[in-house]
C-alpha cells in the first residue's frame, strides 16, 4: 500500500515501467529513433552520474534480450491483476452489500439476493458512458456518511461490549496472535488482507483529486473510520462468537439497521465505480504503449482528462460480473477468490510486489542511489509482501483460481498483442523502400499526380513503407502533396502541444513530399479527425514558411533534431554567418535524402536564400481539393518455418484480436469516405 497509491499516479506498474523505459531504455518496443528522449530530457534524472550498480544493470539488460521480456511480463501480470480486480470488485462488494438484507429476512432465498446485485451491477455499468462527474458530486457524501455510520457504530460497539479492545493497538498483541495460533494465524493474513482493498487502484483518484487531498482524507479520516470500525466489530464479536459469518451486520444496532445498510450498499457502488475507472485508466496506457488490442477510448470530462471510458471494456466487465454474481452465489466463495485475486490477496498483494521490485530498479537505475538502500528497501517491504502473498495462496482450492484464470487470460492476450506488434513493426521497418529509389520514379516511368493532400499513415520513421511501395506499383499515381504521418504514443505521460508535431522534408521541393511525427503521451487525448488535419496542415504550412526566405534579406532558420549516429543522412544547408540574429525554432524539422534521418539531439540549421511561396500555393490548392487517407490493411501471419507456438499466438490468437478489434482507421477516427486502404501479407 505504500507506493500503489504515490506512484500510481499515471497508471501503476506501467507508470514505472514507462519511467525505466525512458530513463533506463529497458523497454522492448522501442522505436528505431528515440524521440521521447528529448521530450524528457530537461528532467534532473539525466544529470545524475552513473553509478556502478546502475552500470552493471543496464550491461545485463542489454546483454540478455530475454531479460526485458521477463521484466515486461512481471509487468504485464501486475496490470491484468488490477483488470481482473475489476471483475471481483463490483461483484464481491455489491453482493457483500446486498447479503446484509438477509440479516432481517433470513427466509429470502439467495436467488432473490443475486438478482438485486445484478439489476445493481447493470445500473452501474449502464451509467459509465455518462462520465463520473456527472454523478460525482454524490461520491463525497455518500463516502463521508458511510464513515460516520461505520465509526459510530465502531465506538458504540466499543462502549456496550468491550472497551478493553482499544488495547489491541498495541503491536505486542501480532506478536501473542502468532504465538498462539501459529499455522492458523499465517492462515488469517489472507483474510486480513481485505482490510487494504482498493488501495492499489488509488491513482485511479488522481483523475478527480490531488495528491494532497488523497492524503490528508486518508490520514485524518479514513484511516481514524476505519480503526473504531475494526475495533468495534472485535468488541462484537469478542461477546457474540456465532456471528462470525455476518458480523458487520449483526453489530449494528437495530434502530440504525436500515439507514447503515442503504448507505453500506451506496458505498459499494461508489467503491466499485473507483476500481472500473482505474481499469478504464490502465487498459488506455495499455493500448497507447501497444499492450493492448485497439478499443474506443471517450473523455467524458473536457476538465479532467484522466476520466474516460471505454465501451468495450465496460460492457465486458459488467458480463464477466454477472457471470461471477450468478455462478457463485455464496459470497464465502466469492471472498475466498477475492482474497487470492489482486485486491487482497493476488490483486493487492501482486501488484505491491510488482511496485516493489520495480522501485528497486528505478531507485538504482533511474535515481542512481545506492544499491544497499535499494535492497533493504527491498527486504523490508517484501518480506511483509510475500508473507502476506503466501497466505493468499492457500485460498487457490476455495475460489482462489478465478482471479488467477481472469489475470492470465488478460496477460496472454496483453502480450501476445504486444509481441505481434513487435513482429509487424519488425517486419515493416525492413522491408521498407528507401528514399533513393523511391525518389527515382518520376514522370518518365509513369508516375501521376492528382489534386489534393495525401496523408499516408505508417509506422516507419525513415523510407517508405511497403504497403506505399505495394501501392504505388500497383497503381501508380498519388496526390500532389504527400505528408507521411506515424503516430507515436511514447513512455512519458504527456507531451506539450509545442512538441506534438516534428516535420520533415523527403527529397527535393519539388517533389512535395514531407514527413509528420506525432506524438502523444500515454494519457494524452486524441483530438478529432477534422481537428487533427487541421492542425497538421497548419504545422507544415507554418515548416514552409520558417524554412523560406521571409522577403526582407533575411534568412530563416529552423530547429532541426539530428541523431548523432546517422547525421551523414541529413542535408544541411549553408549557414550564413551574418544574419545570426533571425534564428526561428517554433517548428521542429529536419530534411532527409536517399537513406534517412534520425532524431535525437537537436541543433540549429540555417536555409539561406529558400523560396517556398510556390510549395505553399500547393499546398494551399491541394488542401481546397480535399485529404485522403491511405493506411495498410495488414495480414500478419507466420512464415512455414516458424515454430508451433508462434503459428499458434501469431496465425490465431493475434489474428483473432486484430479481426475483432477496432480497425486502425475506426480508432483514429478517419472518415470512411476519404480513405485508401492498401493490402498487404506480412510473413513474419
Known amino acids: 500500500?505504500?507506493?500503489?497509491?504515490?506512484?500510481?499516479?499515471?497508471?501503476?506498474?506501467?507508470?514505472?515501467?514507462?519511467?525505466?523505459?525512458?530513463?533506463?531504455?529497458?523497454?522492448?518496443?522501442?522505436?528505431?529513433?528515440?524521440?521521447?528522449?528529448?521530450?524528457?530530457?530537461?528532467?534532473?534524472?539525466?544529470?545524475?552520474?552513473?553509478?556502478?550498480?546502475?552500470?552493471?544493470?543496464?550491461?545485463f539488460f542489454d546483454k540478455h534480450h530475454s531479460s526485458r521480456v521477463v521484466l515486461l511480463l512481471f509487468v504485464i501480470l501486475g496490470t491484468s491483476m488490477v483488470i481482473a480486480d475489476g471483475i471481483l470488485t463490483p461483484s464481491m462488494s455489491v453482493l457483500s452489500a446486498v447479503y446484509g438484507i438477509k440479516t432481517k429476512a433470513g427466509g429470502l432465498h439467495d436467488s432473490y439476493a443475486a438478482l438485486i446485485t445484478c439489476l445493481i451491477l447493470v445500473g452501474l455499468f449502464a451509467l459509465q458512458h455518462i462520465g463520473t462527474h456527472r454523478v460525482g458530486f454524490l461520491f463525497a457524501p455518500i463516502i463521508l456518511l458511510w464513515l460516520i455510520s461505520i465509526s459510530g457504530v465502531g465506538i458504540y460497539n466499543i462502549i456496550q461490549w468491550n472497551p478493553r479492545v482499544v488495547s489491541a493497538l498495541s503491536p505486542y498483541y501480532v506478536y501473542k496472535l502468532f504465538k498462539l495460533t501459529g499455522k492458523d494465524g499465517w492462515t488469517s493474513l489472507g483474510g486480513i488482507v481485505l482490510c487494504i482493498t482498493g488501495a492499489e487502484?488509488?491513482?485511479?483518484?488522481?483523475?478527480?483529486?490531488?495528491?494532497?487531498?488523497i492524503r490528508i482524507a486518508f490520514t485524518a479520516i479514513i484511516y481514524p473510520s476505519l480503526i473504531l470500525a475494526y475495533m468495534g466489530e472485535a468488541a462484537y464479536l469478542s461477546k457474540h462468537k456465532e456471528d462470525l459469518q455476518r458480523s458487520f451486520y449483526r453489530a449494528i444496532p437495530e434502530v440504525v439497521f436500515w439507514p447503515v445498510f442503504i448507505i453500506a450498499t451506496l458505498a459499494t457502488v461508489v467503491a466499485s465505480q473507483a476500481v472500473i475507472s482505474a481499469t478504464f485508466s490502465i487498459i488506455s496506457q495499455c493500448w497507447a504503449l501497444k499492450c493492448f488490442p485497439r478499443v474506443k477510448i471517450i473523455n467524458t470530462s473536457n476538465q479532467m482528462h484522466g476520466q474516460i471510458y471505454i465501451p468495450e471494456v465496460n460492457w465486458t466487465l459488467m458480463v464477466f460480473c454477472l457471470l461471477v454474481v450468478i455462478g457463485f452465489r455464496d459470497t464465502d466463495m466469492i471472498a475466498?477468490?477475492?482474497?487470492?485475486?489482486?485486491?487482497?490477496?493476488?490483486?493487492?498483494?501482486?501488484?505491491?510486489?510488482?511496485?516493489?521490485?520495480?522501485?528497486?530498479?528505478?531507485?538504482?537505475?533511474?535515481?542512481?542511489?545506492?544499491?544497499?538502500?535499494?535492497?533493504?528497501?527491498?527486504?523490508?517491504?517484501?518480506?511483509?509482501?510475500?508473507?502476506?502473498?503466501?497466505?493468499?495462496?492457500?485460498?487457490?482450492?476455495?475460489?482462489?483460481?478465478?482471479?488467477?484464470?481472469?489475470?492470465?487470460?488478460?496477460?496472454?492476450v496483453m502480450y501476445i498483442w504486444h509481441y505481434g506488434t513487435l513482429q509487424k513493426q519488425s517486419f515493416e521497418s525492413h522491408n521498407r523502400t528507401s528514399l533513393d529509389m523511391f525518389l527515382s520514379l518520376g514522370p518518365n516511368v509513369g508516375i501521376n499526380r492528382v489534386r489534393g493532400v495525401g496523408l499516408i499513415y505508417t509506422n516507419v520513421l525513415s523510407g517508405i513503407p511497403p504497403m506505399f511501395s505495394h501501392f504505388v506499383t500497383n497503381f501508380p499515381a498519388f496526390h500532389q502533396v504527400l505528408i507521411f504521418v506515424t503516430f507515436q504514443f511514447l513512455t512519458t505521460p504527456r507531451v506539450s502541444a509545442n512538441q506534438r508535431f516534428i516535420v520533415s522534408r523527403i527529397g527535393p521541393a519539388e517533389f512535395r513530399l514531407y514527413r509528420c511525427i506525432v506524438r502523444f503521451g500515454y494519457k494524452d487525448a486524441r483530438k478529432d479527425s477534422y481537428a487533427f488535419e487541421t492542425d497538421l496542415i497548419e504545422t507544415v504550412r507554418v515548416f514552409l514558411q520558417h524554412e523560406s526566405d521571409d522577403g526582407d534579406a533575411r534568412d530563416s532558420v529552423s530547429e532541426m533534431p539530428v541523431n548523432q549516429h546517422e547525421s551523414d543522412s541529413v542535408s544541411e544547408m549553408p549557414v550564413n554567418q551574418h544574419e545570426s540574429d533571425c534564428l526561428r525554432d517554433d517548428v521542429s524539422m529536419r530534411v532527409e535524402n536517399?537513406?534517412?534521418?534520425?532524431?535525437?539531439?537537436?541543433?540549429?540549421?540555417?536555409?539561406?536564400?529558400?523560396?517556398?511561396?510556390?510549395?505553399?500555393?500547393?499546398?494551399?490548392?491541394?488542401?481546397?481539393?480535399?485529404?485522403?487517407?491511405?493506411?495498410?490493411n495488414t495480414c500478419v501471419l507466420a512464415r512455414e518455418t516458424s515454430s508451433f507456438v508462434k503459428k499458434f499466438a501469431i496465425n490465431i490468437v493475434y489474428g483473432f484480436l486484430r479481426r475483432n478489434c477496432r480497425s486502425p482507421s475506426t480508432a483514429l477516427g478517419v472518415p470512411h469516405t476519404s480513405l485508401i486502404e492498401v493490402g498487404m501479407a506480412y510473413r513474419v
Not at 488509488?202 to 487531498?213: E, K, V
Request: proline share 2%; with cysteine; net charge positive.
Open 1 to 59: 500500500m505504500k507506493f500503489s497509491g504515490s506512484l500510481n499516479v499515471t497508471g501503476g506498474t506501467f507508470a514505472l515501467y514507462s519511467l525505466l523505459c525512458r530513463r533506463a531504455k529497458l523497454g522492448l518496443l522501442r522505436p528505431s529513433h528515440s524521440t521521447d528522449y528529448d521530450i524528457s530530457s530537461q528532467d534532473s534524472c539525466l544529470l545524475i552520474k552513473e553509478t556502478r550498480a546502475s552500470s552493471l544493470l543496464k550491461e
Open 201 to 213: 487502484a488509488m491513482f485511479a483518484d488522481l483523475g478527480h483529486f490531488s495528491q494532497l487531498s
Open 336 to 412: 475466498n477468490a477475492y482474497v487470492y485475486l489482486f485486491v487482497p490477496g493476488l490483486t493487492v498483494i501482486i501488484v505491491m510486489f510488482v511496485t516493489t521490485c520495480l522501485m528497486f530498479l528505478v531507485i538504482v537505475m533511474v535515481w542512481k542511489r545506492n544499491i544497499l538502500a535499494a535492497f533493504i528497501f527491498v527486504t523490508v517491504f517484501g518480506f511483509v509482501e510475500l508473507l502476506y502473498l503466501s497466505s493468499c495462496l492457500a485460498k487457490v482450492a476455495k475460489g482462489g483460481w478465478i482471479p488467477l484464470v481472469f489475470s492470465l487470460i488478460v496477460l496472454s
Open 594 to 632: 536517399g537513406s534517412g534521418a534520425g532524431l535525437a539531439r537537436c541543433r540549429r540549421v540555417r536555409f539561406c536564400g529558400v523560396d517556398n511561396s510556390k510549395e505553399l500555393e500547393y499546398l494551399e490548392d491541394a488542401r481546397e481539393a480535399g485529404l485522403a487517407y491511405m493506411m495498410g
